[in-house]
């Protein structure tokens, strides 16, 4: 094994403990605003709060300690986020749709019809961005879940230069997070019916960071 392999393998347990205190360190000087939650909080039953992949980290801090579940892919960088998002207090079904797809949606489908509550990027864990895959909708049409679409933005940030354009505000940033009308999606739907609710949450989490954005300066 060469020495870069030995990395990767170790990289999670190393990487992980850091980033997390960093990310809590930072996160607790941010001041989050959470516009439409408290309704939403409130209704019964299984909720999947989306948002964009590249939006996460603001939603992780919001989140933190709520007992919200969120799925984390198999990989070596899904081991890495896997231990940070625990510490945030999430619960965790690991899969992704490259790998453990099936049995990631058959478990997150369950806790849903327990009435648990999700968060869930429709368009990771590879892209592309800001196009909602078929996962979310498998989920909400078996489980019976609300979709709830949530736009997210920071007036003082940073974003990487990966396929997501991920985020991070600075410290001290004002977040926002504007939560929208909750979308049902009935278990009997046909294909063509997926497709229209699937189309309308996309173009909804497109208005609400593009709102957001522009409350927050962008």
């Known amino acids: 094994m060469t020495l870069k392999q030995r990395w990767r393998n170790v990289r999670p347990y190393v990487l992980s403990p850091l980033v997390y205190f960093v990310a809590r360190i930072l996160s607790a000087t941010w001041r989050i605003k959470a516009e439409g939650y ?64 099936v049995k990631a949606a058959i478990a997150s489908i369950d806790v849903l019809k327990q009435g648990a509550v999700m968060a869930f990027t429709p368009d990771g864990p590879r892209g592309p961005s800001g196009v909602v ?15 709830v679409p949530v736009g997210v933005s920071a007036n003082r940030r940073i974003q990487i230069k990966t396929w997501d354009r991920y985020m991070v505000p600075k410290l001290f940033a004002r977040c926002l997070m504007i939560f929208g009308d909750p979308i049902s999606l009935p278990q009997d739907a046909s294909d063509e019916v997926v497709e229209e609710v699937r189309l309308k949450l996309q173009s909804e989490l497109h208005r609400l960071e593009a709102l957001a954005e522009s409350r927050c300066g962008h």
């Open 38 to 101: 408290e309704p939403v909080e409130s209704l019964p039953g299984g909720k999947i709060y989306a948002g964009w992949h590249g939006r996460t980290f603001v939603a992780a801090a919001f989140f933190r300690g709520k007992g919200l579940w969120t799925i984390i892919s198999h990989s070596k960088d899904g081991d890495m986020q896997d231990a940070i998002f625990k510490g945030f207090g999430f619960k965790t079904i690991r899969g992704s749709t490259g790998r453990g797809g």
């Open 133 to 147: 895959q078929g996962g979310i909708m498998l989920m909400a049409k078996k489980s019976g879940a609300l979709l």
